[in-house]
Structure formats: structure tokens, C-alpha cells
């Protein structure tokens, strides 16, 4: 059985391109970023380190949502900002349950993607659990003050993907890179015959 990583760089389009993925495929979603909103709004956070351990939270959960699936013999979709440190959690999965894993790493233009990147921060339909980092939900005197913010600068963005390997992981042998620097020139069909052949070859394998 497989599973198809959705992986990449931040705002490069990785939500987007796993609900057209699950569709298309008519596959389940399992993302990251919706498990964290879910803690976000029911458990919330007084500090960056109870922040930070609500992420590390949902990534136990979208773990334990994957094994049971796997246990189950079902194909699935996670969506995640997979980085280097992620490799041995999913490979243990992997090997535990003798999955195929394929990865989707979606990257592109650094610059025109961190505009984006900006843009989706400042959004107000971006979760407000993932742009703050000392209390949400925010207290009414914090908020003004969260909103001016100084953001991430472009070195930083660079630095942290280089570092962290947003667009460089893949496991279990074979990654499809996608260049999202321009939606409208994505080739969809392109991209999910290359999908279907990788399921012909493990399948034969």
C-alpha cells in the first residue's frame, strides 16, 4: 500500500495542492496545520513554548492518524512542511506497516514565494494561532500590538529552508518536485500521470 507526502517550502501552496490532490485521487487529507488550528482553538496558548509544544502535538496526532490508516491497509494524503528532522518518524511508519511513500516537495521562486508568504501572513483569513506567538486567542490589548509585528526577513526565510530541507526531503526513494511559482502553469495532468505510473511501478514491484 502507499501514501503521498505533500511536502515544500511555506506558502508555496501545499494545502492547495493536497485538497486538489485528494479530489482528484479521492484520497483522505491528513495536514498538520489543521490539527494545530483545532489545538489552537480548543487548548490555546499562553506562551511560543506552549505554542511550540502544541505543534509538536499535532505532529504526534498526524502520526497516529497515519499508523491507524496504515494498520488499516488504507491510502492517504499528509500534508506537513516535512524538513530533515522528519525523516526518521515517517520511516518508521513506513517500515512498520510496509508502506510506498511518495513525495510531493513543492517549491519555486524564493522571492516571488515569500511576497506570498507575506501576503498570507498579513491575510485576514490566515488562522491568527499560526501568525502570533505569545497568546492566542489573543487578548483584546495584545492585539493591536501582534498585528505590527515584525516579520520574518527574506534571509531568514531562505536560511530556514535551506537549513531545514522544506524542499529537499522525500523518503522511501522517489520525490516529483513542483514548481508553484506560478500556479496557473502548474501541469495538473502532467503531474498525476507521473503520480499513476509510480503506482504502477510499486505495484508490480
Do not use: W
Given at each position: 500500500m502507499y501514501c503521498i507526502l505533500v511536502t515544500g517550502i511555506p506558502a508555496a501552496g501545499k494545502s492547495t495542492m493536497a485538497e486538489a490532490m485528494s479530489d482528484r485521487l479521492k484520497l483522505p487529507v491528513i495536514s498538520k496545520d489543521s490539527i494545530k488550528e483545532l489545538l489552537f482553538d480548543n487548548?490555546?496558548?499562553?506562551?511560543?513554548?506552549?505554542?511550540?509544544n502544541l505543534g509538536i502535538a499535532g505532529m504526534e496526532i498526524m502520526y497516529y492518524v497515519a499508523g491507524q490508516l496504515m494498520k488499516a491497509g488504507q491510502p492517504f494524503i499528509l500534508e506537513n512542511n516535512f524538513e530533515y528532522s522528519s525523516e526518521r518518524g515517517i520511516k518508521n511508519l513506513l517500515e512498520k506497516y510496509q508502506y510506498s511513500a511518495l513525495t510531493i516537495a513543492l517549491t519555486g521562486n524564493y522571492k516571488v514565494i515569500y511576497r506570498r508568504f507575506l501576503e498570507r501572513e498579513s491575510s485576514p483569513d490566515r488562522h491568527?494561532?499560526?501568525?502570533?506567538?505569545?497568546?492566542?486567542?489573543?487578548?483584546?490589548?495584545?492585539?493591536?500590538?501582534?498585528?505590527?509585528?515584525?516579520?520574518?526577513?527574506?534571509?531568514?526565510?531562505?536560511?530556514g529552508i535551506e537549513q531545514r530541507g522544506f524542499d529537499a526531503f522525500w523518503v522511501d526513494g522517489r520525490q516529483i518536485k513542483v514548481d508553484t511559482t506560478d500556479f496557473s502553469?502548474?501541469?495538473?495532468e502532467q503531474l498525476f500521470s507521473q503520480i499513476a505510473a509510480w503506482k504502477e511501478e510499486i505495484l508490480h514491484d
Open positions: 487548548v490555546g496558548f499562553r506562551s511560543r513554548a506552549e505554542k511550540v491568527r494561532g499560526h501568525v502570533v506567538n505569545d497568546c492566542y486567542p489573543e487578548k483584546k490589548e495584545n492585539n493591536l500590538k501582534e498585528q505590527k509585528k515584525k516579520t520574518i526577513s527574506y534571509e531568514n526565510f531562505v536560511h502553469k502548474i501541469d495538473m
